[in-house]
C-alpha cells in the first residue's frame, strides 16, 4: 500500500482477511515467475532448460528476493491452513512437474545418466533451491549471487557427471 501511495485501509477493503491478501500477493508474484522461467527457457531442452529453470526460481535479484518473501508468508500460512496448504502443494507439483520434463528430455537426449531417476532428481532440486532461496534472504551477503549461480552450476555438472574444473 505505501509503495503504491495509498492507505493500508483502501487494499484491505478488497480482501476479506490477510491470508486473502497473502494469496493474492503469491498468485501475483508466481505468475511474474512463470512469465520468467517461459522467456528464460524458451528453445531450451533437457539440462539447458533445468539450468535455466533453477536459475529463476533463485532469489537472485530484487523482485526475485520479493518473490520469495511472499512464498515464505503462503508458507507459514500453509503450515496451518489446510486450503493454503492444497494450494500450496499444487504449486509445488507443478514445480516438480517442470523439472521432471527437463530430466527426462536430459536422459533422452544423452545429456543425463540412463539410471537418472527425474522424480526422484527432481525433489532434491526442489529441496536444494528451497533452502538456498531461505538461506539467500536470511544471509545475502554469504549467499550471494555467484555463490547460487555456482550452486547450480556444482549441481548441474553432478548431475550429468562432469567433474568441476
Not at 483502501?10 to 522467456?39: C, G, K, P, Q, S
Not at 520434463?101 to 532440486?125: C, W
Request: aromatic share 6%.
Amino acid at each position: 500500500a505505501a509503495r503504491s501511495g495509498v492507505s493500508k485501509g483502501i487494499v484491505e477493503h478488497y480482501f476479506a482477511n490477510r491470508d486473502e491478501v497473502i494469496e493474492t500477493a503469491l498468485e501475483w508474484a508466481n505468475a511474474r515467475y512463470v512469465a520468467r522461467e517461459t522467456r528464460r527457457t524458451r528453445g531450451l531442452q533437457g539440462m539447458d532448460a533445468l539450468r535455466e529453470r533453477l536459475r529463476c526460481v533463485l532469489p537472485l535479484d530484487a523482485e526475485s528476493r520479493q518473490d520469495w518473501k511472499i512464498r515464505l508468508c503462503v508458507w507459514s500460512v500453509a503450515a496451518v491452513n489446510a486450503g493454503a496448504r492444497k494450494a500450496q502443494r499444487a504449486r509445488l507439483d507443478r514445480t516438480r512437474e517442470r523439472f521432471v520434463t527437463d530430466l527426462q528430455a536430459a536422459r533422452a537426449l544423452g545429456q543425463a545418466p540412463a539410471g537418472i531417476d527425474p522424480v526422484a532428481t527432481a525433489n532434491e532440486l526442489m529441496h536444494l533451491v528451497a533452502g538456498l532461496a531461505c538461506d539467500a534472504l536470511l544471509d545475502p551477503r554469504y549467499y550471494d549471487r555467484p555463490y547460487l549461480l555456482g550452486l547450480i552450476d556444482t549441481t548441474i555438472n553432478r548431475l550429468i557427471g562432469r567433474s568441476q574444473p
